[in-house]
């Protein structure tokens, strides 16, 4: 299968997970597209969602969800949404499509993260992908040095500006060994918004699409 048939089928394994009549949290991504169709084309009822882009806003309200502001909403049964790394432990890396500010904010929310992804986004240790880090614009030559002194390689990603009116650092060349350590120290240097590693908001199960189907890992 190729990598648009497995974000389908790890869509539609997502759907057994999903609580009737929820307030959903809906994160951003290909394969949350997949999955917001998925929902609408089986007819899935629910109370309302709590989307982290105004992307995935988008596409809720064209399928005929109703779309809540986080901010009167106290907490969510579920919150789905991809990832571009995880590892066997359940940590993540994301941020591949400028949300993770957002993604943070309803996954905070949440009681359970469920990730879906194919198998190539499952690692040993962080850090194959490049680190997203949502940034203040004035920060990002000294966020770069500091950075190296991590053996990380920060580049600009050009023509984004997050729906928070930031923008984006990708990071290349770490390894991060220990994700908690690392989100703890980078989210407190002057100038980051969030770094785009989920240690604190970590995944509590992952469906994983495969060449032999979907297998389910709990963190």
Same mark, same amino acid.
């Not at 089928?9 to 997502?14: I, N």
């Not at 997949?34 to 089986?42: K, V």
């Not at 966020?143 to 500091?146: K, Y």
């Given at each position: 299968?190729?990598?648009a048939?497995?974000?389908q ?6 759907l %057994? ?5 929820a307030?959903?949290g *809906?994160?951003?991504? /290909?394969? !949350?597209d997949?999955?917001? =169709?998925?929902? #609408?084309?089986?007819g ?5 969602t *709590?989307s982290s $882009?105004?992307? /995935?806003? #988008? ?7 109703t779309v809540?502001?986080? $901010?009167? *909403?106290?907490?969510?049964?579920l919150?789905? &949404?991809g990832? =571009?790394e995880i ?5 993540m ?7 993770l +500010?957002r993604?943070?904010? *309803? #996954? &905070?929310l ?9 198998? /190539?986004k ?10 997203? !880090?949502?940034i203040i614009?004035? #920060? %990002?030559?000294q966020? $770069?040095?500091?950075f190296a002194?991590?053996?990380?390689? %920060?580049v600009?990603?050009?023509? !984004?500006?997050?729906?928070n009116?930031?923008?984006i650092l990708? @990071?290349?060349?770490l390894a ?6 690392f989100?703890?120290? !980078? ?5 980051v @918004? +969030?770094?785009? @590693? ?5 995944a ?7 060449? =032999?189907g @979907?297998?389910s890992?709990?963190f």
């Open positions: 299968m190729d990598a048939q497995l974000k089928l790890v869509a539609q394994a997502a %057994a997970h999903v609580p009737a009549g307030i959903l *809906v994160g951003t991504g /290909s394969t !949350v997949c999955f917001i =169709d998925a929902l #609408a084309d089986n899935m009822a629910l109370a309302g *709590v $882009s105004e992307r /995935s806003t #988008a596409r809720l309200r064209a399928r005929g969800y809540l502001d986080a $901010s009167t *909403v106290e907490r969510l049964p919150y789905i &949404d990832a =571009d590892d066997y432990d359940g940590y890396i994301k941020g591949g499509g400028a949300a +500010t993604e943070k904010i *309803v #996954a &905070d949440a009681d359970e993260f469920l990730c879906i992804a194919d198998e /190539s499952l690692v040993t240790t962080l850090g194959r992908f490049p680190l997203p !880090v949502e614009p004035m #920060a %990002a030559a966020l $770069s040095r500091r002194l991590l053996g990380g390689r %920060a600009l990603r050009q023509g !984004v500006v997050t729906d009116g930031c923008q990708d @990071v290349h060349d991060i060994t220990e994700p908690l350590a989100e703890t120290e !980078v989210n407190q240097w002057p100038g @918004v +969030t770094v785009g @590693v989920f240690a604190r908001h970590k509590k199960r992952c469906l994983l699409g495969g060449a =032999d @979907v297998r890992l709990n």
